[in-house]
């Protein structure tokens, strides 16, 4: 699905949520989707939410548990790096 988003258009935004993703993320998540579409931008954006959540925007969910240091790997496909 990522992958699939990656390929469908201009790179993305990446919005991480560190320890608020899958917990208190929701409000946020709202807030997010509605700056990236007021900017025009598309965006991947760590959330509890796992896949679509508009055509511009697609959520990856949780990656708590992977180490603060380890970036998620959906950064790192949009940076190019995998």
């Known amino acids: 699905m990522l992958?699939?988003?990656?390929?469908?258009?201009?790179?993305?935004?990446?919005?991480?949520?560190?320890?608020?993703?899958?917990?208190?993320?929701?409000?946020?998540?709202?807030?997010?989707?509605d700056a990236l579409r007021r900017a025009g931008l598309r965006g991947?954006?760590?959330?509890?939410?796992?896949?679509?959540?508009?055509d511009d925007v697609l959520g990856v969910g949780d990656v708590r548990g992977r180490g603060t240091q380890e970036q998620p790997l959906a950064l790192r496909m949009i940076l190019g790096e995998v």
Request: net charge negative.
């Open 44 to 54: 991947v954006v760590q959330t509890g939410r796992e896949g679509p959540i508009t």
């Open 3 to 33: 992958t699939d988003f990656l390929g469908a258009g201009p790179a993305p935004v990446f919005v991480g949520f560190g320890g608020l993703a899958g917990t208190r993320a929701e409000p946020y998540t709202e807030l997010v989707v």
